[in-house]
Every structure is written in structure tokens, then in C-alpha cells.
């Protein structure tokens, strides 16, 4: 664990927050791009972050020079011998987004359903030592936390009653409502305490932040104590990474459909069985046609997944490239011909990280997803087409409706400047006047 507790004078004539991502560099994750575009920008609205973290992903050389301090977890302490025997072969570079226990094997079953609120909660005891270390050490303001995972929440649940500072709590995604995984609802017992810790999360902190709107109206009508503290602040694009987007390259033989992050390890239940019959579908009707169609899955997917693909016998239409680093997917985004965006039928809350991403690229989308957020977006800034993901003939028509276009060269690139309300620095600029609200001008 890091113990040192300072990294510099503070800047003058800005106000410092404690920031508790959990997921943070070296991590890549989606999670990771909305907490570190906030610290970039916050700095522009008079505010240093103060970031403290898991050292289980390891660190960077510039921790110091951006103020990013590290707690380790209890559970590392105990895996690190086999974490580092599993992981001998892996360069060092690599290390920090390898897993030495695959997500869907027994262990992380076994884990995820022995504790509570989540994997991660080991991390609390010794992120907590070291958020009061900071606090007492540095003139700190205010605490901010994002969650998945919920364990962030409780860290700084703790640190604000030992300390009384105002605290801002962000849901990237609901915790008792729609949540990524299921776990919480596996027993009476467990779905019992994870109500009664989200209900204590909820109503303490002074100021909660959604990603959309259909999260926040949970919370407000569960928690009606909450009515006026509730704020969205959608996902986002980042321009900086916009900008070394390469220039889309000619049509090449194939219509490539590309998605980019991983399904079902990102959210259980998100599922390509309808896809993939759409496709098959179209493989046994319009063979000429389906054959100019490629699915091009850009990141890491469950041994399943891949059987599932394997299964369908459709070859060298659908392509794996495995995990990539974020500049490379976002370079397969710009070169697509379309852009593939899988939700949860039946989900309502969910707008991936990734849809921002999209809307940036310019690229035609579409959206395989049900009444949520994301097909919202989709329609109202008329960036695609919205089906079902269970919808398989409803897939099939817009697959060959995509299609007719593409022969017709008529998916052009398209930047609606109504995109740029999504922006890292406007979204940051919003939740800087959150936090100025709380601590007066």
C-alpha cells in the first residue's frame, strides 16, 4: 500500500476534492474515461483533484504529479503469489489490465456471491486509512465517489461521518436497480443488506449524480428525501481523443459492423444470440448479400461468446481481435462502416460509455437495444437505426437496410453539432457547479 500522504504543495486558488475511483490508471475501463476526463477538466473550473485508488492495477510514473494516491486491498495481500505465478509470462506494460482469474470462472462466481456489496469491498478497510491520512494532511473540501463498484461509495461514506465534509455520490450505473450484475438479488439475505446499504449511501450524500434520467427517477422515487439533490451528468466523449481519430479510409469489400467493449462481462445478461440468427438468418435467404457483411467484435468476450460464435458457422464473417487498448478501438470505430451498440432486453437505464464514443465518430449506429436512454439518443439525434436485440427479423431488415446503403455509398460520416453538449469539458463544467453549489460560489 502507499503510504506517503503528500505529493506537493496545493495550487493556489484552487479547491481541493478527494476523488474515489476505484477504477483508475494504468486500469483501462469504461469506467476509468469518465473519472479521469473529470480530473483533466476540473482544474479549468478552479477545482484539484485528489485521487485516491487501488494500487492492485499497480501505478504510474506521473501518480505524483497528479496528485493519484493508492490503497491496497486485503484480498491482493492474500493473491499476490498467484496472481504473480499466473501472470509470469505477461510483460510488465501488460500487467495492469490482465486478470490472473477469468470473470466467468467459479472463483470470481464464488467470490462475487460470497461478498458484499462486491469484489472489491477488501479494498475498504485500507482506502479508508488512507483517505483520513489525506484529509488530515491536505486542505480538502469536498469527497466525490463513482460507482460500480458500490465499495467506492461506503469508502467515502465513512470518510464524510468521521469528517463532515460535503459529499457528491455518482452512479454510473443503478445498484439495486438494473444493476451490471445480478449478485445483489441472490438471496433474501443479501438482497436485505445491499438495500439498507444503498438507502444509507443514498440518503447521506449531499449531492447524487446519474448518468441518465431513468436512474435518477428511480432513486427520486424510492428516496423521495431526495427531491432537489438528485443531478445528471451523462457519459461522454473525450475531444482530445476525437482529435487523433484517424480520417476514415475507402469502403473496403465487406460492410464492417464494429463493436467495441466486452458484453456479457460487462453487463450480465447482454447477449449476440439475436444478432448472430439475424445474420445466419440472412446467410440462408440472401447469401450474396449476408457475405458482404462483417461483425468485427473489437475487445474481451466470455469463452462463451465465442463458442457461441464459433457455433453459428458463419467463418470469417465475424472477427475477434481481443482486448485493445482504448486509441486502438476508438481507431476501429472511425473505420467502420457502422457501429454496433448490444444492451439488455428489457434494460432501461443503460447508456454505455461507448454510445458517446459513437456519436462522436460520425459513423452511422446501430443500436441493438430496447426502450432505454441510449435508443433516445439514438433518435432524437438521428444517429442509426434502434431494434431489439431480440428482435431477429426487425436485426435482419436493418442489417440489409445498412447494407443497401453501403453498396449505394450512402454512410457518410455525419457530425451533428448537437453531439458536443456530451462533451468531457461541458459535463465536467456541469458537475463543477454541482460542487459549487455545496460549497458556496
Known sequence: MTDTTDSGAPDRGKRELLMLPYYYPPADHAGTRRMTAFA??????????????????????????????????I?????????ALRL???PQQQRANAVAVSADSWVSRT??????????????PLAVRQGLRLLRSRPIKLLFSSSPPATSHLVALRLKRLTGLPWVADFRDGWMFEPPNPMPFNSRIRTGIEYALERWVVLSADRIVTVNQTIADDLARRYPATAGRIEVITNGYDPADVAQMPTRVARSARMRLVYTGSLALSRTGTSISGLL?????????????????????????TDAEQRRIAETGLGDQVSMT???????ALRYQAEADALLLITVSGDSSVTTSKLFEYLASGRPILGLTGRSPAAEIIRDLDAGVVVDPDDVPGIANAL?????????DDLPT???PRVTRFSRPRLTAELARCFDELLGG
Request: hydrophobic share 40%; proline share 6%; aromatic share 8%.
Open 40 to 73: 483533466r477538466y476540473l482544474p479549468e473550473a478552479g477545482y484539484r483533484p485528489i485521487i485516491l485508488t487501488t494500487n492492485i492495477r499497480g501505478s504510474t510514473p506521473s501518480d505524483a504529479a497528479q496528485y493519484i494516491f493508492r490503497a491496497g486491498e
Open 75 to 83: 484480498s491482493s495481500l492474500l493473491a499476490r503469489p498467484y496472481r
Open 88 to 90: 509470469r509470462r505477461v
Open 111 to 124: 467470490l462475487m456471491a460470497c461478498l458484499i456489496p462486491d469484489l472489491h469491498v477488501t479494498w475498504y
Open 277 to 301: 440468427a439475424a445474420l445466419r438468418g440472412l446467410r440462408e435467404a440472401k447469401p450474396a448479400l449476408a457475405d458482404e457483411i462483417e461483425l468485427v467484435f473489437v475487445g474481451k468476450l
Open 322 to 328: 481481443g482486448r485493445l487498448s482504448h486509441q486502438d
Open 400 to 408: 440489409g437496410e445498412l447494407h443497401r446503403r453501403w453498396q449505394a
Open 414 to 416: 455525419r457530425h451533428d
